[in-house]
């Protein structure tokens, strides 16, 4: 049985002489307490980890400064602005090839079915989750829908698909019994094979849940690590050389996912803009190897004179 907790709330004056005593550097402490003021001490603790050389004291090393670990935070905040756009546009066009191609050949109803399932339990569980995440929309069309029809329970694919999670549509993909459908939508986004699809789409899922909730995704190891392949048709990364449970690879998904449906995204500039506006933020600490940007799959067409 663990101690009880006995911490009282300190004051934000309190706040910066801990931090003071602990060995960090603040030039204007004015600006601190403005920063603590709107930006929690609790949720800036995870932007200043990696500075401490005592993780039991929280001693900072030698020559760590504040201004440095708001530069994080607000690198951290501008990077998921920027992957949340990149997701928004990955999940519609995701929601639009399903619908392409697995209704023609299975019908409106499929995700309904058993017969289309690979597994029958993840088919229960899901269609579970599809009737709650309806249940909850309020879009006009999925109320005009149920207005005037009864059955079957729920709304045709193309209305079906609009409102459910992305980590729904994910486990419909993944359980999905025909290879073959499955292979012609993962075809649409440059992969070989589904397998990397439904790893990427697993991948996706998680990290868009970081980025809604507004979790640290800068320095972050990440239980979910997508599937990278070697070679892939379009341009891509030849360097592998990096934590597997790091951002830099689906960085790298996502730049080449988004390739695949807007080829003059701006993604990649803006990932390199991000870097040269935050320069205390290093790289490296998510996983980007020696030389990044000069992958062919991080040169934009707009940086190309």
């Not at 990077?79 to 050949?105: G, H």
């Not at 998680?206 to 979790?215: E, F, G, I, P």
């Amino acid at each position: 049985m663990g101690n009880q907790y006995t911490k009282q709330a300190i004051t934000i004056s309190e706040q910066i002489d801990v931090l003071k005593r602990r060995g960090l550097i603040i030039d204007d402490e004015v600006q601190a307490r403005k920063v603590l003021d709107i930006i929690s001490y609790f949720r800036l603790a995870d932007y200043w980890r990696f500075m401490e050389s005592d993780r039991l004291t929280h001693q900072f090393k030698q020559g760590s400064h504040f201004k440095d670990i708001v530069d994080c935070y607000y690198f951290d905040k501008e990077l998921k602005a920027l992957l949340f756009s990149a997701i928004q546009s990955i999940e519609v066009a995701m929601r639009a090839k399903v619908i392409k191609y697995f209704t023609p050949q299975f019908g409106v109803f499929w995700f309904m079915q058993p017969e289309y399932a690979a597994n029958e339990y993840f088919f229960t569980s899901n269609l579970e989750h599809i009737k709650i995440e309806v249940s909850r929309s309020r879009e006009e069309y999925i109320s005009e829908h149920f207005h005037n029809y009864s059955s079957p329970d729920l709304p045709p694919v193309w209305k079906t698909l609009e409102v459910v999670s992305f980590g729904t549509l994910s486990k419909l993909y993944s359980n999905f019994h025909d290879a073959t459908a499955k292979h012609l939508v993962a075809r649409e986004f440059g992969l070989n094979h589904h397998k990397f699809l439904r790893s990427w789409m697993e991948m996706l899922s998680v990290l868009r849940n970081y980025c809604a909730h507004h979790a640290r995704v800068w320095n972050r190891r990440f239980p979910i690590k997508p599937q990278m392949p070697v070679r892939m048709p379009n341009a891509w990364i030849t360097n592998m050389s990096f934590p597997c449970e790091s951002l830099y690879p689906q960085l790298c998904c996502i730049a080449y996912w988004l390739n695949s449906i807007y080829p003059d995204n701006s993604f990649g500039t803006d990932i390199k803009a991000l870097f040269h506006k935050h320069p205390s933020v290093c790289p490296n600490l998510m996983g980007f190897p020696k030389g990044w940007e000069e992958e062919k799959l991080w040169v934009s067409p707009i940086d190309t004179p």
